[in-house]
């Protein structure tokens, strides 16, 4: 099942913070970010695995609970290049574990 | 390294034509995949292989076929061209040790456009 993003779409000043959310209605085992920028190909950010962890590198990250079989993605201060769609991708437990992306949340920084 | 390359990058068909998309990497993953990405539904999964001459199906594929004669290349046939099959085409490349690969980033290529008319 496909995993719910929010917001569908943000935009931010340049310097400000967002938050985009990832929620799934099964038991997560990965939850993958990715950043898509018009007419390009999606280039992966950072993989969380079970566990709860958070990880991040520059000034994006990510957090990962997986009671709440939830992601979130933290950019902080943000920057012209940051624009683009974001896609959260969720991969459940079992076989050849697949992922599942969900629909994106467009974000779009202004100077 | 190219790293996942896709060809063509654009094409337009007309209904009943039938058509390859070629995909190839150069990084020795074992796991590839094809996805098609419609304006504001996200990436749907078509096929995937977890090695040469292992195919399975994802989410979406009907009207689609696979195959994978070498670790490098995973080729996608239209055998007959719908309306519907208008869409980006990515494919993507990873590499995974276990049975998983839902634990290991995935690389894109740079997509196909395709419209079919």
């Known amino acids: 099942q496909q995993p719910v993003q929010s917001p569908q779409a943000v935009i931010l000043r340049e310097g400000e913070d967002a938050v985009i959310n990832c929620s799934s209605s099964?038991?997560?085992?990965?939850v993958h970010w990715y950043r898509q920028k018009h007419g390009e190909a999606p280039v992966f950010l950072m993989i969380?695995?079970?566990?709860?962890e958070q990880k991040g590198h520059d000034k994006i990250s990510a957090s990962f609970n997986e009671k709440k079989q939830q992601s979130s993605l933290y950019l902080t201060a943000s920057q012209l290049s940051y624009s683009g769609t974001y896609f959260c991708?969720?991969?459940?437990?079992?076989?050849?574990?697949?992922?599942?992306f969900g629909i994106g949340t467009k974000l779009q920084v202004i100077p | 390294n190219a790293g996942v390359t896709q060809t063509p990058k654009f094409r337009i068909l007309k209904i009943g034509q039938s058509m390859t998309l070629q995909c190839t990497q150069d990084?020795?993953?074992?796991?590839m995949y094809w996805y098609r990405q419609d304006p504001g539904m996200g990436l749907k999964l078509i096929y995937y292989?977890?090695?040469?001459?292992?195919?399975d199906k994802g989410e979406v594929p009907n009207g689609y076929n696979v195959s994978r004669s070498t670790t490098e290349d995973f080729p996608l046939r239209l055998e007959l061209a719908a309306p519907s099959q208008t869409s980006v085409y990515f494919c993507?490349?990873?590499?995974?040790?276990?049975?998983?690969?839902?634990?290991?980033?995935?690389?894109f290529g740079d997509g196909t456009r395709l419209s079919i008319l």
């Open positions: 292989s977890v090695g040469a001459g292992i195919t």
């Open positions: 993507a490349s990873s590499y995974s040790m276990g049975v998983s690969y839902s634990n290991q980033p995935q690389h």
């Open positions: 990084m020795n993953h074992n796991y």
């Open positions: 969380l695995l079970k566990g709860g």
């Open positions: 991708g969720t991969g459940s437990g079992g076989g050849y574990q697949k992922v599942t």
């Open positions: 099964k038991a997560l085992y990965s």
